[in-house]
């Protein structure tokens, strides 16, 4: 089967440069721009994926919307973005005056555990888990999809798929495409956390954080 990954389009606060976790920005007019090439994008591939998922995030969904105006659009709670805590709707500068300390061991750990209020990062896997076990087990063969949600819940999609507790810290553009190739029928769905390996047997990373189709001059894609 193929599966599709995108992160959204840029957001009216990744625009202010602010974190926004689950609060629900809508897009930018630039992230509007971008879920049109990245539609033109899918056209010209001639991907026309069978089913449609989404964050139920505006930024996500909205993507999703643009990006595939005739189809419908199933929405999942658990890719929602990681729930950042304090830091939700903060610029950094801003944080620094307000959360000094919690801003100086998130730059130390490059890790939320220690953000106030923030959603464990063991919950935030275990939602990737429920959710590409879905995606694989729950459907054929044969069937493509496409996924859109947020870099922070995509770093640990990634990790489910390529079977491994390791989480890799990601520079995703926005609109970014992940494109897999999975073998359902060799799909493990027992979790790494505690050293049981899960993940997929048998995968191909056709496209790994490709936003190529925003660098293409517009009288080009049209």
Do not use: C
């Amino acid at each position: 089967m193929r599966i599709v990954i995108v992160r959204h389009g840029q957001s009216v606060a990744n625009a202010q440069g602010r974190w926004q976790g689950q609060l629900d920005y809508e897009l930018s007019v630039e992230g509007q721009t971008q879920a049109e090439k990245l539609k033109e994008r899918f056209i010209m591939e001639k991907f026309t994926p069978d089913l449609i998922y989404s964050s139920p995030l505006k930024r996500a969904l909205r993507t999703a919307e643009i990006t595939f105006p005739e189809k419908k659009v199933f929405t999942i709670d658990d890719l929602k973005e990681g729930g950042a805590g304090v830091f939700e709707g903060k610029t950094m500068d801003e944080l620094r005056i307000e959360h000094p300390e919690a801003v100086a061991t998130f730059e130390r750990t490059k890790t939320f555990n220690n953000v106030p209020e923030s959603e464990s990062r063991y919950d935030l896997r275990k939602r990737a888990k429920t959710a590409v076990d879905f995606f694989i087990k729950g459907h054929n063969r044969d069937d493509e999809i496409a996924v859109f949600t947020h870099s922070g819940t995509m770093m640990y999609i990634m990790a489910v798929i390529m079977g491994t507790s390791r989480v890799w810290s990601l520079r995703i553009p926005n609109t970014a495409v992940f494109d897999f190739r999975i073998d359902p029928n060799a799909w493990d769905t027992v979790d790494p956390i505690g050293g049981a390996r899960q993940g997929a047997g048998s995968f191909e990373i056709r496209r790994f954080a490709d936003a190529s189709h925003l660098h293409i001059p517009q009288e080009a894609s049209s």
